[in-house]
Structure formats: C-alpha cells, structure tokens
C-alpha cells in the first residue's frame, strides 16, 4: 500500500487496509490509479481534433439539424401531427429536422418525435417508419452551387417539393428554377446543429476513404512513445473508450470501419511494456446511450434501452473473453455516461447485471466500472444493486463546464468549489462497506472569460488534491486535444502539471 504514505488523509487511508476488494487485488498494482483517457482515438470526436474533418467542409452529414423555410411562403416548415405544413414564423424544435446521410445528395429527414418525412401519393406527410426508412423517405437534396444554402428537394416520384398553401407541402413540382424567391419549389435551409462523431466521419468520408483514414489515425494518434511519457510521468493506467462495432471487427456493420481492435491489441501490449493498466470502456453503446457525438450516435437521438441489452452484453462478452488473460486488464467499463432520464435506472441495472455476469464469466479479478448517469439522477442510485457483487467501482465525471454559474466564477471560486462540493459529492460516494470510486473523467479547462493556462495549472492542482480520495483512482480527460488544457500531454510539457506518485 506504498501509495498510503503520501497520503494527506492517513486516517481515511488506513481504513483502505479493510477493504476485501483492495486485500484481494494482484499485487503488481496499487490503488488509487492514476490514468489518463485516451479520448478521440478509437472512437472519433471531431471538436478534439477538427483538422479530421477539414474533407467534409461544407457537406451535410448524419445528424445535421436543419430548418426549411419556404421562400415564397417565407414560413417555416413543421412536422405537426401526421402532417406536414409550411405555417410558421419562427423555428423550434418542430420545425426542426434530422439529416441521415444516404449519399452526398440523398437523404431521410427526421422529424423531432423520431419519425420520418415521406411521401405518400402526391403529399408529404410524416410516415411512422420501423427500422429502416425505404425510398418514399429518402430525398435528394440540391443545393444552389452559388448559394448552398438554398434548396430544393426531390422526393421518390422525382418530383420537386412545393410548398403552394400553408396547410401542405407537395412533390408534384416539375421543371427547372431561376432560384428566385417567388418559385414554390426553393427553401432557405438553417443548419442549426450537427454532430461530429465516429458516424458522421466514416459515413462522412465513406467506403472508399474512411478505411485508410481512420487506420493512419489509429496507428499515429497514439503510439508505444506515448505510453513511455505517460509512465515516465506517474501515470499508472490508460482508459480507452471504445465503440461496439469494435466486437464485429474486421468487418463491423456499415458505416463503422475494421481495424480499432488491432489498435487495442497493441496498447495492451505498450501498457504492458511499461507495466500501466487498461481500463476497456464501452463508450459507444448500441443505439447511443447519451446523444453525444462520442456515443457515435447517428443524428442525436438516444435509442438504447432494454431492446439494446442482449447486443451490448455481447460486446462486453467479447472484450472480456479477449482481454482476460492480459495482465494488463484492470478494469471493463460497461457503458460511459449512460443520460437520464432517456435511459431508464431499470434498464440500466439489468444490463449492469448482465454485463458484470459476462466478464465474471472469464475473470474474477478485472474490476467492473458502472458509470452513474448523467442528468437529473441520484448519485446513490446504484448502491443498493451492487450491494454482494465484487471488485465493483462506481464512475463519476466532474467538470467546471456545462453550466453558467462556473462561467461566472473565477479562479478561486473554480477552486473553492473543488474543495467544498466536489469534495463532498466524492464523499458521499466513496463509502467503507460500497463499491470503490472513481473520478473517471476530469479536465484542466475552465469555462470563465480570461482563464489562462497557468490557471488551469493552479485548477487541476486541487483537484488532484480532492480527487485522490476516489478509492479507485481518477482519469484525466484527456491525453491529446486540440484545446491544450484538454492535453494532459500538453500540460506535463508545459510545466503546468505535475503527476505525484
Ligand atoms: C485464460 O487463462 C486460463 C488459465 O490459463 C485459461 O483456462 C482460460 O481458458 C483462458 N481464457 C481465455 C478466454 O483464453
Ligand atoms: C513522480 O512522483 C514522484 C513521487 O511523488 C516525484 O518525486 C516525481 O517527481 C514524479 N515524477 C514526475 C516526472 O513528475
């Protein structure tokens, strides 16, 4: 227990001893890890390193949000009930549409209760689609080359979209335009959001690019270099999100492309060169589990729920069968960052139930991370669940972002809170007869006008501070980033950061 003799609370840290779970664990390790996530390698996420999607400037990718606004009408289009209509001066959520990408041109348009524009005789109306949207509700999108954000719409019967009335919208729009704005046929689209993820990127760049893309990225974004800096730097441990398709590799189902297993093969084996553990975190679930770009969600909606539990038991299936026998396993994380209220506490704790059973299957020692929710639920939540289950680690993630009132704050307000709340929220999970805790995700960056980089300097300070007391250990967010206070790299090299053993 070499790491309990820095440790500033010696009394809480004896208490460590008692622990079965600690008493048990292999002893080429120590507890608390200290890791570092390796963000946006295996699964894409486009705002960390913008330059992989510089070949896609300009295009519509999966999971764009648009608004069509009817140049002669100049009202917005509105999926409102089964209809579409063309009434609205303003745009919302009604009136705002979801892009799958089918080619370059082509499209399905999704409205914002989760079905599909279509075309039914002459009229477009809003079709309830199961499964897969057929070519009554795919459209070809046409820009005006001189002015992209001015279209018209082609639907299945060839036919162009005109809005002629408010109350409906028709493809029965034959011949060409002058682009004016008194042709039926012409709307103004608003690109109001989009999504930057492992979907857009590779059925962004499709077949014929995103392959060798994506391989050149694997093999240079990450390298055996990177394991001796982190180790070098006190750095005991690696999280690595990965994306389900990694269970079909090489051949995952489309757009999702063949080769992160093979990354992830060789960083056990650089973890192992250096003596660092792995923790294997399933990132992506099937169906997206948060809508984020990093759950490789294809247009923002979260569809995981109890229909996706017996696909995503295999996938940890499968990491566990592989992995359990590398000494550098530590630990599999069943799911990242699972959003509430979406994705519902009784589906969640099935599927936890199912996937701490399945690596149980091939190891007794590998540590089973269950990552709270997000959003409005309970830090306690899944106490009572894990109660008799062992080596069973509970994942929160702290940031100073996403919120107004840390924007307003300044430095020492930043820090404050660091040492009161967070303090306490990691208190209150970090409990003797619990699961361990874990910190699984932290970062330097602050959010206020004017913070410098030695400030985040002074900010991950205190929370190494509080956050050691997570039993399990913490992960910095990330190694590489754009942003070089998302960097744990970047920070080191700087002087700014320091890791302590
Ligand atoms: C792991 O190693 C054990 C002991 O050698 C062996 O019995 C088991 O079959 C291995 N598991 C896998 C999935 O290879
Ligand atoms: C690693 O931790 C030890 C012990 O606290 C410290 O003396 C050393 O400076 C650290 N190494 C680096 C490179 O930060």
Redesign the pocket.
């Known amino acids: 227990m070499a790491h309990c003799r820095h440790h500033p609370l010696v009394l809480l840290c004896s208490l460590f001893v008692f622990l079965p779970s600690i008493l048990a664990q292999t002893a080429d390790f120590n507890l608390p890890l200290r890791a570092i996530n390796l963000g946006n390698w295996l699964v894409t996420e486009g705002w960390m390193m913008p330059s992989r999607f510089d070949g896609l400037i300009g295009q519509l990718l999966d999971g764009a949000q648009v608004q069509f606004k009817s140049t002669q009408l100049k009202k917005f289009m509105c999926a409102e009930g089964a209809n579409i209509v063309i009434n609205r001066d303003r745009a919302a959520g009604w009136e705002t549409f979801r892009l799958w990408r089918i080619s370059d041109t082509k499209f399905n348009i999704r409205a914002f209760n989760k079905n599909f524009v279509g075309l039914k005789d002459k009229k477009i109306v809003i079709a309830e689609v199961y499964g897969t949207p057929s070519a009554s509700e795919t459209f070809e999108i046409i820009r005006n080359p001189n002015r992209p954000n001015r279209v018209r719409l082609r639907a299945s019967n060839e036919l162009f979209l005109q809005a002629k009335t408010p109350t409906s919208v028709t493809a029965d729009y034959n011949g060409d335009t002058n682009w004016n704005d008194n042709d039926p046929s012409i709307f103004d689209i608003n690109i109001v959001g989009g999504l930057q993820g492992e979907y857009q990127i590779t059925n962004g760049y499709g077949p014929s690019t995103a392959p060798q893309l994506l391989r050149d990225h694997w093999n240079n974004y990450i390298t055996e270099q990177d394991f001796l800096f982190m180790a070098t730097n006190n750095v005991t441990a690696v999280r690595i999100p990965v994306g389900w398709w990694i269970a079909y590799d090489p051949t995952p189902p489309k757009p999702f492309v063949g080769g992160s297993l093979y990354a992830l093969d060789r960083a056990f084996t650089w973890a192992e060169n250096y003596r660092m553990k792995v923790i294997v975190d399933l990132h992506a679930a099937p169906g997206s589990q948060n809508a984020e770009s990093h759950s490789a969600t294809r247009d923002g909606f979260v569809e995981w729920g109890d229909s996706y539990i017996q696909e995503t038991v295999k996938v940890i299936e499968f990491l566990a ?1 592989r992995y ?2 590398r000494s550098a396993l530590v630990a599999i994380e069943l799911m990242n960052e699972p959003r509430a209220p979406d994705v519902k506490l009784n589906d969640l704790i099935g599927y936890y139930r199912l996937g701490y059973e399945a690596v149980r299957r ?1 190891t007794m020692d590998a540590y089973v991370i269950l990552s709270n929710r997000l959003g409005p639920a309970d830090p306690l939540e899944l106490f009572q669940f894990v109660r008799g289950l062992t080596r069973v680690v509970i994942d929160v993630h702290y940031y100073n972002l996403y919120d107004p009132k840390f924007k307003q704050w300044n430095l020492q307000q930043n820090i404050g809170y660091i040492y009161v709340d967070r303090e306490n929220d990691l208190s209150k999970i970090t409990q003797k007869r619990g699961p361990l805790s874990f910190v699984g995700e932290w970062t330097s960056a602050l959010d206020f006008d004017g913070a410098t980089k030695e400030d985040s300097g002074r900010f991950a300070k205190a929370q190494q501070d509080v956050y050691r007391q997570a039993t399990f250990g913490w992960a910095y967010r990330s190694y590489k980033c754009h942003y070089d206070t998302w960097s744990l790299e970047q920070m080191i090299e700087d002087g700014l950061i320091k890791i302590v053993a």
């Open positions: 069968a359990c026998n091939y």
